[in-house]
């Protein structure tokens, strides 16, 4: 069965970085775009940063996050990473890492990003 662990989150002042991991298994990993999604409290789960499959591994970023993130993917690892750079405040929230396989849509269990001082 699918399955996505998202690590690395914590606690970073502002201005500094965290990379956070998502290990996949249960499909081949190659073949799927995947996504970084967050979610801060009280609202709503937005879309951070997408990788395109292993042959083209396009990138695409939220406004928000532009120029500060940038997600990679490892395919001998099955590994989507986000490096995320000059955290703001406004970047807390529970950090999702996502795959869509056939119809149905997958997440992680989340990790806890707090960017305070």
């Known amino acids: 069965q699918v399955q996505l662990v998202e690590s690395g989150g914590g606690l970073v002042q502002p201005g500094g970085s965290l990379r956070l991991s998502c290990a996949a298994s249960?499909?081949?990993?190659?073949?799927?775009?995947m996504y970084w999604y967050r979610q801060a409290p009280g609202k709503e789960r937005l879309l951070v940063a997408t990788i395109t499959d292993s042959k083209t591994s396009f990138t695409y970023y939220a406004d928000s996050v532009k120029d500060r993130f940038t997600i990679s993917r490892d395919d001998a690892k099955n590994t989507v990473n986000l490096q995320m750079n000059s955290l703001k405040p406004e970047d807390t929230a529970v950090y999702y890492c996502?795959?869509?396989?056939?119809?149905?849509?997958?997440w992680g269990q989340g990790t806890q990003v707090t960017v305070s001082s």
């Open positions: 996502n795959t869509l396989v056939g119809l149905t849509n997958y």
């Open positions: 249960g499909f081949t990993f190659n073949d799927y775009a």
